[in-house]
């Protein structure tokens, strides 16, 4: 348990930081499963459906909720996924 004043605060701090990161994460995830399933089933509207999901992890990692080469690692997987179901 926290000693002093300043690190009950700053448990508080942490709260708080991390109920607002959760939200923006769970946003992100959400952009990406939707825009790996509008792929997966050919769906006219996956290249929207990936900008949207590329858009949120940008702005999870210029925050530094995710790390900046995590996102980029999603996007490109996302965007390799993209092009192999159109090549086909």
Known sequence: MANTKSA???IRVAAARQERNKSV???AKTA???AGSSIATGSAEASHD????I???DKA????II?????????SRLVKKFNKS???
């Open 8 to 10: 009950i605060k700053e």
């Open 25 to 27: 994460r769970s946003f």
């Open 32 to 34: 990406l499963n939707k």
């Open 50 to 53: 990936i900008k949207a999901a």
């Open 55 to 57: 858009s949120s992890l």
């Open 61 to 64: 990692a210029a925050s530094g």
């Open 67 to 75: 790390h900046a080469n995590a996102a980029a690692r999603k996007k």
């Open 86 to 88: 159109v090549a086909e």
